[in-house]
């Protein structure tokens, strides 16, 4: 009954009509979709940290950020001697919300596109140079937090003679938009300087007393050694504290004269020379250029 | 004389605050208690500053921790509890202090303030029992809503998500005592996972045990070392104003009885130098007498009336953060009466209030938008047996001639006239 096979088309093959229709068709593979625009475009040979800064051009040149908690980190990898590209940024780029935050450099290994995962700086802070005595750290640190940050806080965000400041440091270009971020950020200030005081008003002058207590505790604790908890190298510490007593006596930085953290600070000789210490060992090319243009 | 104000007494211990028991034991250790009174106002606006613990000393006031320890020193009133210590030990003082109100402050806002069950089973009790009756609606419920916003930055709001799975009515609750046919039929409700079976303070008890580590061992560290019996931060002085800033904190810790012991589960077997610590700065205390205990002075009805309006005031929604921020803003710049900000702030409420007031009335009267004018008549002319639709109009024409009285209007009359046939009646049975 059946004939040879080979002269009939199998049930499965594709009846002549349709195999003509398709191949009117060219099957054609299309070119890679590129990449969204807010992926990386190119590999980084670098870690970035971005930060805020100034400028675009404070940022290239590695000049020290206007930010404490930035700075704490840009000094603390500049210690580690980990060369990283700054990049001038703001809250709304990171993913946590808060500046700073690190890119760490994409391997050739990787898939550029599908690896660049962030990393703040937290995770990745170099172990042996992290505490020696963690106990005692943490309760200095909470020092620096506790006392040293509301009237930080209060310097920069609530006192009026600081508005100018203020605006040219954080403040959005456009008038418009002035006043509602003031606003805002006045608010976050206060709210923030009153839930670590635990109490229920803003003073200023007991913020000015307990930072200027925290600050003798501190010189206590650096003696004469030249970094803290008598290490042979800066460390974590270290770091931290330069990151407000370096801005605070910051002569450029633009401070108004009548709430003076830099009085309370300059009474303190060895901090002083701390960060004296600290800047010209983290930063020696501004020192040259000092030099260059004396 | 110094008057200490501060919140009352609460769980066995003089105050339910930790700064105010840490002054009140700086305060025993410093002066003899005939030179100080210790006053439970339990309201914070006795002083300018709105914080207590308060030192009225003359007409000065002096509100919080360290400012009155320092004033202490300052004004020469009494020599510091610190004045034996070496340099370094003081900025060790000054930063375990500060790490206390970092770290050990949210701790006890957790377990006293955040944790619904503990709020609601001990520290609400206690401070109802401190104040007086509408107060205790009013501001328990304020100082629980500061002290969530301190602890808030742990990130543990989910311990105020609480309820008793087996206090509550379930539907499971009576499934014992049916018929076994009638069991059958009802679905059971419930099956929990084993997560939702767990208190938020289980659910979360990694966390809370990995913080509370955390806060006590630095403490612990530094106290390690010296007299076993008597613990203390420094050896070498008897009781520095460190070791009264953490009995404050400690004690609040570990004394309140409160249903979700997290803190004091790990105080007691993991760090018993510091159990120890509580437990001796606490016999000092009773052992060096009776403290200088006097009932506060009667508040005016105007003041309490006013505590009253201002704690109502401040739980209005979205208008209370206002009132506070405004309040706080009065504070700071030490204003008293009336001057132009708060007479422009008034008007605007006031006009707001009016405008609201009048576009709501406005709103009442208007038409609802899209309905027909409908106009209702009372009918009078026509008959009752009208209303029974066709028939009734059929009957009703039938009968025309016959017109039913309609039966309110006819007993009306008849009430009315009821005395005069009564009247008429009696004459004719006397002719």
């Known amino acids: 009954m059946a004939g040879p096979p080979s002269s009939r088309p199998g049930w499965f093959a594709v009846p002549a009509p349709v195999r003509e229709l398709f191949k009117i068709f060219p099957l054609t593979t299309l070119p890679a979709e590129s990449l969204p625009e807010r992926a990386p475009e190119r590999a980084r040979v670098r870690p970035s940290l971005y930060v805020f800064a100034r400028t675009l051009e404070d940022a290239r040149s590695g000049r020290p950020s206007f930010n404490p908690q930035c700075l704490k980190w840009q000094t603390f990898l500049r210690i580690a001697g980990v060369d990283v590209h700054l990049i001038p940024s703001n809250n709304h780029a990171s993913p946590s919300g808060s500046l700073p935050f690190l890119l760490p450099p994409t391997t050739p290994t990787s898939t550029p596109e599908k690896q660049s995962s962030t990393t703040h700086p937290t995770s990745n802070a170099g172990n042996n140079l992290l505490r020696l005595s963690p106990s005692r750290t943490e309760a200095y640190e909470a020092l620096l937090s506790q006392s040293l940050r509301p009237a930080w806080l209060y310097a920069l965000y609530l006192h009026d003679a600081n508005t100018p400041l203020l605006k040219a440091l954080y403040l959005p270009p456009s008038p418009i938009l002035h006043l509602p971020s003031l606003h805002t950020l006045r608010n976050a200030a206060t709210d923030e300087i009153l839930k670590t005081t635990r109490r229920s008003l803003v003073d200023p002058r007991q913020l000015l007393l307990d930072a200027t207590d925290a600050l003798r505790s501190l010189s206590a604790l650096l003696a004469d050694n030249d970094w803290f908890f008598g290490q042979s190298e800066p460390g974590m510490f270290d770091a931290e504290v330069f990151a407000y007593t370096y801005l605070i006596l910051d002569e450029a930085f633009g401070w108004a004269d009548d709430y003076s953290l830099a009085q309370c600070l300059a009474k303190f000789d060895n901090l002083v020379e701390h960060k004296r210490r600290l800047y010209e060992r983290c930063w020696p090319e501004a020192l040259e250029e000092e030099v260059n243009t004396n | ?431």
């Not at chain 2, 008057?3 to 003089?14: E, I, K, S, T, Y």
């Not at chain 2, 006031?61 to 004045?83: M, R, V």
């Not at chain 2, 375990?96 to 006293?112: N, Q």
């Not at chain 2, 309110?408 to 004719?428: C, F, H, I, K, Y």
């Open chain 2, 1 to 431: 004389m110094l008057h200490l104000h501060v919140w009352g007494p609460a769980f066995g211990l003089p105050s339910i605050d930790a700064e105010c028991l840490a002054i009140i034991a700086y305060f025993h250790n410093v002066l003899p208690s005939s030179s100080w009174r210790l006053i439970p106002s339990n309201d914070p606006a006795v002083s300018p500053s709105n914080l207590l613990p308060a030192l009225q000393h003359e007409d000065k006031w002096i509100s919080g921790f360290q400012p009155i320890k320092e004033y202490l020193t300052s004004a020469a009133i009494c020599d510091g509890l610190d004045e034996t210590l070496s340099s370094i030990q003081r900025a060790d003082s000054v930063a375990y202090s500060a790490y206390l109100r970092a770290h050990a402050g949210p701790l006890v806002d957790l377990s006293l303030y955040v944790s619904a069950a503990n709020w609601a089973a001990t520290t609400r009790p206690a401070y109802s029992s401190l104040l007086t009756f509408p107060l205790t609606w009013t501001v328990p419920t304020l100082i629980r809503a500061e002290a969530i916003k301190r602890a808030e930055h742990l990130g543990l709001a989910e311990l105020d998500t609480d309820f008793d799975p087996n206090g509550g009515l379930h539907l499971s609750a009576g499934r014992d005592a049916l018929p076994e046919t009638f069991r059958r039929h009802i679905p059971l409700m419930i099956k929990k996972t084993v997560h939702e079976e767990m208190t938020p303070e289980q659910a979360t008890a990694i966390r809370l045990f990995g913080l509370t580590e955390d806060c006590l061992t630095v403490l612990d560290d530094l106290m390690k070392g010296g007299d076993e019996e008597h613990p203390r931060f420094f050896t070498d002085a008897a009781v520095s104003s460190l070791d009264c800033l953490a009995f404050g904190y400690l004690a609040l810790m570990q004394k309140p009885a409160v249903p979700r012991s997290f803190l004091k589960d790990w105080l007691e077997p993991k760090t018993p130098r510091l159990h120890k610590f509580v437990d001796s700065m606490l016999a000092a205390i009773t052992a060096r007498g009776d403290l200088p205990w006097v009932a506060p002075e009667p508040t005016s009805v105007a003041r309490f009336g006013g505590r009253i309006l201002d704690s109502v005031l401040r739980h209005i929604p979205n208008l209370g953060e206002h009132y506070a921020s405004e309040m706080r803003h009065r504070a700071e710049h030490q204003k008293t009466g009336l001057d132009q900000r708060a007479l422009m702030l008034i008007m605007g409420v006031v006009l707001t209030g009016l405008a609201t007031g009048y576009g709501f009335q406005a709103y009442r009267a208007m038409q609802p938008f899209g309905a027909s004018t409908q106009s209702w008549k009372p009918r009078r002319s026509r008959t009752r047996l009208s209303e029974f639709g066709q028939l009734g109009s059929m009957l009703s024409s039938a009968m025309e001639p016959f017109q039913p009285v309609p039966s309110g209007l006819d007993s009306g009359a008849r009430d009315q006239g009821g005395p005069n046939g009564m009247l008429v009646e009696v004459d004719s049975e006397v002719d």
